[in-house]
């Protein structure tokens, strides 16, 4: 997965949550889980997104354009399009 790529949810998922930068930065993630209005967001079956960074030290996490802002997901829920 690189930038630029179009992804969409994995065929075995529904929903996963996404992540601001402030959720995903934070040092105590399940204090701010929950955290104010837009701070996450949901990627649906059939939604698509653009990856937009790959975090360098956790290659497991990506940032995508999704809504007309940019989220945090997970690389395992994702699939590319190719």
Do not use: C, H
Not at 46 to 69: C, F, H, M, P, Q
Request: charged fraction near 25%.
């Amino acid at each position: 997965m690189k930038p630029g790529d179009m992804v969409i949810l994995r065929a075995d998922r529904v929903a996963v949550q996404l992540l601001s930068d402030s959720i995903e930065n934070s040092t105590n993630v399940r204090s701010v889980a929950y955290g104010k209005l837009g701070d996450s967001t949901s990627f649906r079956r059939g939604d698509t997104g653009t990856v937009v960074e790959v975090n360098t030290e956790n290659t497991a996490r990506v940032k995508i354009l999704y809504r007309s802002a940019t989220w945090w997901g997970n690389v395992s829920d994702l699939l590319v399009i190719s």
